[in-house]
């Protein structure tokens, strides 16, 4: 890989980092909105929906950040 190629992953990388912290961000907002939940309603469609939206969107950042990690950039 030339210096440009490189540059240009290097970019890439930056940006994808970017949209993946607003995937973590999205991730703890539902996460929070379900834990601010009386926990009578927790159980209900909407909580398990808030909750299935978190676990989800964390599992996405995980992934990504672990794709990310294993690029090794000269």
């Not at 703890?28 to 309603?41: C, G, Q, W």
Request: proline share 1%; hydrophobic share 30%; net charge negative.
């Amino acid at each position: 890989m030339n210096k440009h190629d490189r540059k240009e992953l290097h970019a890439a990388i930056e940006t994808i980092r970017e949209a993946n912290n607003v995937i973590l961000s999205l991730g703890e907002a539902e996460e929070t909105k379900y834990d601010n939940m009386p926990e009578s309603l927790q159980g209900s469609d909407r909580g398990e929906t808030f909750e299935q939206n978190a676990e989800a969107l964390n599992e996405l950042y995980n992934e990504i950040d672990g794709a990310l990690d294993s690029l090794e950039v000269n």
